[in-house]
């Protein structure tokens, strides 16, 4: 039987041949599904790579490999990923939180205070990444996440559960429609679905995977950016903040809602790819 090093070596010709990923990034892709299946890290791999793998860990690889031969996300396959230091199960009921999303939250964390209580507001919550990283890190706040999915929030609600945390509560709702209209909220946040419908990428790696109502928006990808801004001033105190993530293309378009709908100190931040992502604006005093 081959080496755990020489069947790495060649799956992860396979994996580069189907999926277009570099040599380099197959590598590590196929070290760690097989990492995962013998249950130990990298580091023994790389240190035992003449030794052939046990028979059903062996089965269990190869179940995985065939799978992301076939393009299905690496999140998916292993049934989680980490979000600004937390682990979040995840399932292609929700998006697979993003790196740079963690700019959102970083954001947002600016504007809840850490010695006193805030009411906070994650408005389409997915996998709970957001919520629950504001959650954990500003335990005094009340955080509100929303999804109109109900399989999305079993997702969310047993991340929070399995995490421990008391201060997070979840509501069934298509944007702002079973949102009572008090008490407001001091911030709200949202990572809606902004990407344009006709935009080649939803055919493309691991969007294809990812649920469609999480990603694509009508009007050029603004439809639900618009509805989030329009309706975000009657639901905040005098004051509060809203941040949204949205398009590399879309600062411009949001900052202007943002206006429109009567928002001062309105900014967009760039992420660590440069590209503007998340815009944010206060609600006037
Ligand atoms: N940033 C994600 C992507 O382009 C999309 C996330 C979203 O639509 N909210 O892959």
């Known amino acids: 039987m081959s080496s755990i090093g020489e069947i790495l070596q060649q799956d992860q010709l396979r994996l580069a ?25 990298r580091a023994w791999l790389i240190a035992h790579s003449d030794e052939p ?3 059903t ?28 230091g937390i682990r ?3 399932t292609p009921d929700v998006l697979i939180p993003r790196p740079e999303t963690e700019l959102l939250v970083e954001l947002a964390l600016e504007y809840i205070p850490a010695d006193r209580a805030c009411r906070v507001l994650d ?12 959650a954990t890190l500003r335990s005094q706040a009340q955080v509100a996440a929303v999804d109109m999915s109900l399989a999305a929030l079993q997702v969310a609600e ?32 949202s990572n809606p679905p902004y990407i344009a419908v006709d935009d ?39 004051t509060g903040m809203l941040l949204l993530e949205h398009g590399y293309d879309q600062g411009v378009a949001v900052r202007s809602l943002l206006s429109d709908a009567g928002f001062d100190a309105v900014v967009t931040h760039r992420d660590l790819a440069g590209v503007e992502r998340v815009s944010l604006g206060r609600q006037r005093g």
């Open 17 to 41: 041949h189907a999926s277009g990923l570099s040599a380099l990034d197959a590598r590590f892709e196929v070290q760690l599904l097989m990492a995962q299946a013998l249950q130990i890290n």
């Open 53 to 55: 793998p046990p028979d």
């Open 57 to 84: 860990a062996y089965m269990q690889y190869q179940g995985m490999l065939e799978r992301r031969l076939h393009g299905e996300p690496m999140a998916y396959i292993f049934g989680e990923k980490e979000f600004y």
């Open 88 to 90: 979040l199960h995840v």
């Open 123 to 134: 408005l389409g919550t997915g996998s709970g990444a957001i919520a629950i990283s504001l």
């Open 158 to 189: 047993a991340n929070a559960q399995r995490l421990g945390l008391s201060n997070l509560q979840f509501m069934h709702s298509d944007w702002w429609q079973q949102i009572p209209a008090m008490p407001l909220f001091d911030v709200i946040v």
């Open 200 to 238: 080649a990428h939803l055919r493309q790696g691991d969007l294809r995977f990812e649920p469609i109502s999480a990603l694509a928006a009508s009007d050029a990808g603004l439809s639900d950016l618009r509805c989030i801004i329009g309706q975000a001033p009657r639901y905040l105190a005098a």
